[in-house]
C-alpha cells in the first residue's frame, strides 16, 4: 500500500524553501525592480532609452566585476565574525606598487604582479596576525592598517596619478571573450569575478574548510571546543581577502588604465555593504557568498541609476550612507526572526 503525501507538510516545506529563496536571492529580485524603475525614469527624463542599453550594463558589469572581487574576500571574513576596513587602501597600495614596478622601475609585468600578490598576502598577514593571534579588535587593526597602506601609497606615487599600464595586463580590464560581429560582448574580468564566485560558492557549501569558516563564525567557543583552530581560520580569512583585494586592484588598474591613490576608494564600505544586501550576516556563520555577487552589482546598479537620472554625487554619496545602515538594519531583522 503506497503511502499518500501529507498536502499539509509539502505546503510547510514548499513555504520554507519559497522563504529561504527569498532570503538569498532577494538582490536579484532587487536587481530586476531597479531595472524597471530606471529603465522608465530615464526614458521619462531624457524621451530616450539610456539605461537599458547594452552598453551601460556592459559598464555596470565591468564595475560591479572589481567591487564584487574584493567584496569576496570581505564576505568570507564577515563569515568568521570579523570585518576588513583596509581592503580598498589594499587595492590603493598593491596596484600603486604593481604600477611603479612596470612603468618606472622597467620590471616585467609578470614579476611585477608576483609582487603585488606577495604585498597583498602581507598586508593579509599583518591583520591575520593582529586579530587572530594578539587579540586586537579588527576594528581598530584593520582601521590602522588602512592608514598604513593609504600612507604608503601616497609616499610611494607623490600623489601623482600613473597612467598608461603596459598592454600585457590589457586583457584583464579591458578584454572581452568574444569580439565578432556583435561586438564585445563578455568582458574577461566579469568571467573572472563568476569563476572566483563559482569557486568559492563550492568550497564553503560543499568542503570541511567550508563548513569549518560558518562554525567559526556562528560561535568561537563551540568550533575551538570542537576542535578546530579558530586562530588558523582567522588569520587564514584575511590573508584571502588579501590576495582578492590585490586581484581586484590589478583589474581595476588594468580597467582604468592608470594608478591613483582613489583606487579603490571606499571599496571595503562597498564590499560590506553588498555582502549583507546578498545576505551575509555581521554577526557571523549566516549567509551564502554567491549572494554577494549579486548584491554587489544591486548597489552599483543602483547608483549607475541615480546617475543617469541626474542626481548629484555628493547627494549619491548620503544616500550610499542610507544604504549601508538600511542593510545592517535588514540583517539585524534578519537575524532576530531566526533567533
Do not use: H
Not at 111 to 132: D, E, K, R, T
Not at 177 to 196: H, Q, R, S
Not at 220 to 232: C, L, Q, T
Amino acid at each position: 500500500m503506497s503511502k499518500q503525501a501529507n498536502p499539509v507538510v509539502n505546503r510547510r516545506s514548499y513555504s520554507s524553501v519559497l522563504s529561504q529563496m527569498s532570503k538569498d536571492y532577494m538582490s536579484v529580485v532587487g536587481i530586476i525592480l531597479l531595472a524597471v524603475i530606471f529603465s522608465i525614469g530615464s526614458y521619462l527624463k531624457n524621451g530616450e532609452q539610456y539605461f537599458m542599453t547594452v552598453n551601460n550594463w556592459k559598464n555596470i558589469m565591468l564595475q560591479s566585476s572589481t567591487v564584487a572581487i574584493v567584496a569576496l574576500g570581505q564576505s568570507i571574513i564577515l563569515l568568521t565574525g570579523n570585518f576588513d576596513l583596509s581592503l580598498g587602501r589594499q587595492v590603493a597600495l598593491t596596484s600603486a606598487v604593481g604600477a611603479i614596478l612596470m612603468k618606472n622601475v622597467g620590471m616585467p609585468p609578470g614579476q611585477a604582479i608576483v609582487l603585488m600578490f606577495l604585498l597583498g598576502i602581507l598586508a593579509g598577514s599583518l591583520n591575520g596576525v593582529m586579530v587572530a593571534y594578539i587579540g586586537i579588535p579588527a576594528f581598530i587593526a584593520t582601521l590602522g592598517t588602512q592608514y598604513i597602506c593609504y600612507g604608503v601609497a601616497k609616499l610611494l606615487t607623490q600623489a601623482t596619478p600613473i597612467p598608461n599600464m603596459p598592454e600585457e595586463i590589457g586583457w584583464l580590464g579591458r578584454g572581452y571573450l568574444f569580439d565578432g560581429a556583435l561586438g564585445k560582448v563578455i568582458p574577461i574580468c566579469v568571467i573572472l569575478m563568476l569563476v572566483l564566485y563559482i569557486g568559492a560558492q563550492f568550497i564553503t557549501s560543499k568542503t570541511k574548510v567550508g563548513r569549518y569558516v560558518y562554525a567559526v563564525g556562528g560561535s568561537r567557543e563551540a568550533a575551538f571546543f570542537s576542535g578546530i583552530n579558530v586562530k588558523r581560520y582567522y588569520f587564514g580569512t584575511f590573508v584571502l581577502a588579501g590576495i582578492l583585494a590585490t586581484f581586484g586592484g590589478l583589474i581595476l588598474m588594468s580597467r582604468l588604465n592608470s594608478v591613483a591613490v582613489t583606487n579603490g576608494q571606499n571599496y571595503e564600505f562597498d564590499a560590506v555593504i553588498g555582502s549583507i544586501i546578498g545576505g551575509i550576516s555581521l554577526a557571523g556563520g549566516k549567509g551564502r557568498v554567491i549572494g554577494t555577487m549579486f548584491g554587489c552589482i544591486f548597489l552599483i546598479t543602483l547608483f549607475n541609476g541615480f546617475s543617469q537620472l541626474g542626481v548629484d554625487p555628493f547627494v549619491q554619496d548620503v544616500l550610499k550612507g542610507v544604504a549601508l545602515v538600511v542593510a545592517i538594519t535588514l540583517d539585524v531583522v534578519r537575524n532576530r526572526k531566526r533567533d
